[in-house]
């Protein structure tokens, strides 16, 4: 059943053109504003467009029930005569990474509650708030955060995570100012947390 939206989404530089609410939940379905884009081996600009391709990414829940997204997005002629490339795909937006099955803040929200519980109570928990994903899912995520250059923290918090239940344990550093996670440090030592407490003070 398509409807119109009930409540406002933020989607930066695409534009919502239908909502289908289905028994799962919603279907967004979105094209990019942006009609013109550079071809990724000669850099012409470009606005000659040659079809499209769709993204399903699948976004924050809205109230109670999951969103898809179907977005839309171009593929352009290169105007470039002597460019060996003919056509190239228009990149995702900001928010969307690269072949990604996620948007970046749905991503961000689960590892989030990965971060302050550990793989699997993290499971249990975002399957509640209808942001299902594996144990093993945000383990990965854990393991592939950056943190960012941010202030010295004034108070830290300091835990033990299960990377193999029993196995192997990291220690997660968080910034209690800040209500974020500062660093993840290898193991669960003293000795391990005396080095990365150093590290953070430099
Ligand atoms: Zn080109």
């Known amino acids: 059943m398509s409807t119109q939206l009930p409540f406002p989404v933020y989607l930066p530089n695409c534009q919502i053109i239908n909502c289908q609410s289905l028994e799962k939940g919603y279907v967004l379905t979105a094209y990019s504003i942006n009609n013109r884009a550079y071809c990724l081996l000669c850099q012409q600009v470009s606005n000659r467009s040659n079809g499209f ?18 977005l839309r997005l171009r593929r352009f002629l290169c105007l470039n005569p002597a460019c060996p490339r003919r056509t190239f795909s228009q990149p995702c937006p900001d928010w969307l990474p690269a072949y990604a099955r996620h948007t970046s803040r749905l991503t961000q929200a689960q590892r989030n509650v990965a971060m302050m519980l550990d793989g699997k109570a993290g499971s249990r928990l975002l399957a509640h708030l209808h942001m299902p994903t594996s144990h093993d899912t945000l383990l990965r995520l854990i393991r592939k955060w950056q943190p960012t250059a ?28 800040r209500h974020q996670p500062s660093d993840l440090l290898e193991g669960r030592t003293a000795e391990g947390l005396r080095t990365g407490y150093k590290c953070i003070l430099t």
Do not use: F
């Not at 391709?53 to 179907?70: A, E, N």
């Not at 941010?150 to 100012?177: C, M, N, Q």
């Open 53 to 70: 391709y769709y993204r399903k990414p699948t976004d924050l829940p809205i109230s109670d029930r999951s969103v898809q997204l179907k």
């Open 150 to 177: 941010s202030p010295i923290p004034h108070a830290l918090g300091v835990d033990d995570w299960a990377i193999r239940k029993a196995k192997t344990y990291g220690t997660i550093l968080v910034d209690l100012e």
